[in-house]
């Protein structure tokens, strides 16, 4: 499935912030950031940013409402702290659907897309693969 590697941006946003930061709570280092984090306003449309299957969709306590697309060979995104989805579990989307709304559900700031991309079950940085990584 050739074009499946590189992605286009699920939003349009700053990056505020960057996946693998070293975060702190009360002077002790929690888990480095898992993903990348895409500031806009809520109800922004999020887009597929690749041909996949959407796998999940569900809302939890710290990531609030959450949509997981598979795209295949071992890569799959997720898209955190919607306002709300407009898939289902089984759907087919293309490059460009819109899946769901930035919001600010589950344990969140303000509002974001808190996006997750993983490659045989391993957190890689999602900037990667919209042409923006900075090592
Ligand atoms: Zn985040």
């Given at each position: 499935?050739?074009?499946?590697?590189?992605?286009?941006?699920?939003?349009?946003?700053?990056?505020?912030?960057?996946?693998?930061?070293?975060?702190?709570?009360?002077?002790?280092?929690?888990?480095?950031?898992?993903?990348?984090?895409?500031?806009?306003?809520?109800?922004?449309?999020?887009?597929?940013?690749?041909?996949?299957?959407?796998?999940?969709?569900?809302?939890?306590?710290f990531n609030?409402?959450?949509?997981?697309?598979?795209?295949?060979?071992?890569?799959?995104?997720?898209?955190?702290?919607?306002?709300?989805?407009?898939?289902?579990?089984?759907?087919?989307?293309?490059?460009?659907?819109?899946?769901?709304?930035?919001?600010?559900?589950?344990r969140?700031?303000?509002?974001?897309?808190?996006?997750?991309?993983?490659?045989?079950?391993?957190?890689?940085?999602?900037?990667?693969?919209?042409?923006?990584?900075?090592?």
């Open positions: 499935m050739p074009g499946n590697v590189l992605f286009e941006a699920p939003v349009k946003g700053r990056f505020s912030s960057p996946f693998g930061l070293k975060r702190f709570f009360n002077g002790e280092e929690r888990n480095a950031h898992s993903g990348l984090d895409i500031a806009a306003s809520a109800g922004t449309p999020i887009a597929a940013p690749a041909n996949g299957v959407v796998t999940i969709v569900a809302d939890y306590f609030g409402k959450t949509v997981f697309i598979d795209h295949g060979q071992g890569l799959v995104t997720m898209y955190c702290h919607l306002s709300s989805s407009s898939v289902a579990v089984g759907d087919t989307v293309k490059r460009g659907d819109i899946i769901a709304k930035v919001g600010a559900t589950g969140a700031t303000g509002p974001h897309l808190h996006w997750n991309v993983s490659l045989n079950n391993t957190r890689v940085d999602p900037a990667i693969f919209i042409g923006a990584f900075q090592p």
